[in-house]
């Protein structure tokens, strides 16, 4: 693959964001940097073995940088302006369509201006992917921003073979249908050949509504329109375990977890989250568990400490304001009453850092706490397991991630229940250190054979793109 004669591409992905953030060096100097976020730890491998283009937004407001290289990729910025940011960005994207995906655990926004916005930035994104693809090229579109973007790309390059991928949940039909404008968007991801899901449940909520919105007759795994299929599955998206081999092998990263566990005070117990600072994360609720068991005496600010990365995001937005206030009041209140003067017992750090400091903290981690609301999968539940090669360490993961039907050998919990958190902590901390092991073993076999290659492999074999095989899934299915 890579690029034709016209300077299309065989492969193009188009996503909100393009893998890359610009940042200013102490020198003034402007470069680019590989940005955080699910989104981008799983895809810039892809791209990156494909030669392919990348189709996206700066992060910054304004006009859009030239077509640049990086990494062996070729990254085609879209420009977006300050109030498209504001309205189809912040808003209908992330104020609208996030909080109702999931399934509403924040009030949703409704604004005619937002879905003006939102409709006029996906088919700048759709006119883009069509000037970036060669011939008969594969355009793999990504997630709730662009979810009209493959009916737009489809009518402009009827040649182009289209997949889209959803990274978060789809939600039910009865959830789906409060959106205004709801046939619009249902009819923006038929014009996709082929859908892909977290989760087999979103890949049915999403075939029901075709019935109930578009009178369409779902069959199995798909669906016609206008002649076309639309085949829509589940496809559980994977981190790069060889990235998180390579840390876990680094002495530099291992000395550095031994750091952080002497420096957290020598024999106590670490628990850990990391996660953006996003309300659909259930940070309140693990953190309001975590104070309950103080309060208990279940555990003590001698034997235990949490260390709690929130990484920033989507400040601006007046949802996770409050968030961020409310958890720093409970990080306040919990270290008020149990701290010791030099021994805190919640370490909250609302900063972001490398990936070689987030493997040191894996690695050093007794209990690692993924505990979301509703999550499409979560990978930092999967990078954890895939970072303890020594077997050791426990997962209390939510029932509302993806990553649960796949890690069932973790501590299951009802995220919503404080109760039922304080019992999977619990538990984790007082389990038979052989039972740990094997759970763990199960859990990092799971990871190990569905990688983010495999993924990628996967979804693209069934989309039909020469050099991914079909028989990705067979294949693996045969080596497990
Ligand atoms: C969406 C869906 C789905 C976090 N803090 C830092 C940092 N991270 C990395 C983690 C992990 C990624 O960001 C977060 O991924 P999640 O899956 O946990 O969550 P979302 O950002 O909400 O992702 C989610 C995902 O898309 C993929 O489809 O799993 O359900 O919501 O890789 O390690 N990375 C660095 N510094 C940090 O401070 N470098």
Do not use: C
Request: aromatic fraction near 8%.
């Amino acid at each position: 693959m890579g690029e034709d004669a016209g300077g299309g591409h065989e492969f193009v992905v188009v996503a909100n964001r393009l893998p890359v953030d610009e940042v200013t060096g102490e020198d003034g100097q402007h470069r680019w940097e590989r940005s955080p976020g699910g989104l981008v730890s799983a895809l810039q491998p892809v791209v990156r073995q494909r030669g392919g283009a990348w189709v996206g937004w700066t992060g910054s407001a304004g006009e859009a940088p030239e077509p640049f290289d990086i990494d062996g990729m070729r990254l085609r910025p879209v420009p977006l302006s300050a109030e498209e940011v504001d309205q189809y960005y912040e808003g209908q994207s992330n104020a609208t369509i996030w909080p109702l995906f999931h399934d509403l655990v924040e009030q949703p926004t409704h604004r005619r201006d937002w879905r003006r916005a939102y409709e006029a930035v996906n088919r700048r994104f759709a006119r883009a992917a069509a000037d970036a693809a060669a011939p008969d090229a594969t355009v793999w579109v990504h997630d709730y921003q662009l979810l009209l973007v493959p009916a737009m790309l489809r009518e402009l390059r009827p040649d182009v073979r289209i997949g889209f991928f959803l990274h978060i949940p789809f939600p039910p039909v009865e959830l789906f249908m409060q959106l205004p404008r709801r046939r619009e968007l249902l009819t923006g991801l038929l014009g996709a050949d082929l859908v892909g899901f977290q989760g087999a449940l979103a890949a049915q909520n999403f075939l029901r509504l075709t019935r109930l919105l578009a009178g369409l007759e779902p069959k199995d795994d798909r669906v016609e329109v206008d002649g076309r299929t639309v085949v829509a599955r589940a496809f559980p998206i994977s981190i790069d375990v060889a990235e998180v081999d390579q840390l876990t092998a680094d002495p530099a990263v291992q000395e550095r977890a031994r750091q952080l566990r002497t420096e957290l005070g020598g024999d106590r117990r670490l628990l850990l989250g990391v996660d953006r600072l996003d309300y659909t994360k259930g940070i309140e609720q693990r953190l309001e568990a975590y104070h309950d068991l103080l309060a208990d005496g279940e555990i003590s600010n001698d034997d235990v400490v949490l260390v709690q990365v929130a990484t920033p995001s989507r400040q601006r937005i007046t949802q996770y304001q409050q968030l961020r206030e409310r958890v720093e009041r409970e990080v306040g209140r919990t270290t008020g009453e149990f701290g010791d003067v030099g021994r805190a017992p919640v370490h909250y750090l609302f900063q972001s850092f490398g990936r070689a400091e987030l493997v040191a903290l894996y690695l050093a981690a007794d209990v690692m706490l993924v505990t979301p609301l509703r999550d499409g999968m979560n990978l930092v539940a999967k990078e954890f397991v895939a970072a303890r090669r020594d077997e050791q360490g426990a997962l209390v993961l939510s029932e509302f991630t993806g990553a649960a039907a796949e890690l069932d050998d973790a501590f299951l919990v009802n995220a919503h229940d404080t109760d039922d958190i304080k019992r999977g902590i619990l538990e984790a901390l007082n389990a038979d250190p052989q039972d740990l092991a094997a759970r763990m073993r199960h859990m990092r076999e799971q990871v190990r054979a569905h990688d983010i290659d495999y993924w990628a492999r996967d979804f693209l074999g069934v989309l039909g793109v020469p050099g991914a095989p079909p028989e990705a899934r067979e294949a693996a299915a045969a080596k497990s």
